[in-house]
């Protein structure tokens, strides 16, 4: 079983900062690849950004990319989301997820474990 726990969520205004945090724990998963999702309210969740654990390989979606940077900490078996410039459109809670296996994927069906969720609210 593998645990991810989420934090680093809050309420910002436009054009700030915030760093997500992804703690895991549980058994080993050092090969697979690990991703951030966020679902905003009436909409689906959508695919964020990813890295391969292993030689930090990252992707990124369209709307994110040059804003957000997603990073990993062995040491600490921490992924992170930096965000940066944000605008309300990024208002979301916002997932980590352990990908099924090591490549970089973006579709939810992909990533088997999830963490509960935070919040991030994006003020104009």
């Known amino acids: 079983q593998v645990q991810l726990v989420e934090y680093g969520g809050g309420l910002v205004q436009a054009g700030g900062s915030l760093r997500l945090s992804c703690a895991a724990s549980?058994?080993?998963?050092?090969?697979?690849?690990m991703g951030w999702f966020r679902q905003a309210p009436g909409k689906e969740r959508e695919f964020v950004a990813a890295?391969?654990?292993?030689?930090?390989?990252?992707i990124y979606a369209d709307s994110v990319k040059g804003r957000f940077t997603i990073s990993r900490d062995g040491a600490k078996n921490t992924v992170y989301l930096q965000m940066n410039n944000l605008n309300p459109e990024d208002t979301a809670v916002y997932y980590c997820?352990?990908?099924?296996?090591?490549?970089?994927?973006?579709?939810?069906?992909?990533?088997?474990?999830w963490g509960q969720g935070t919040q991030v609210t994006v003020s104009s």
């Open positions: 997820a352990r990908g099924s296996g090591v490549s970089l994927r973006r579709g939810t069906d992909d990533y088997d474990y």
């Open positions: 549980g058994r080993t998963f050092s090969s697979n690849a």
């Open positions: 890295i391969k654990w292993t030689i930090s390989t990252t």
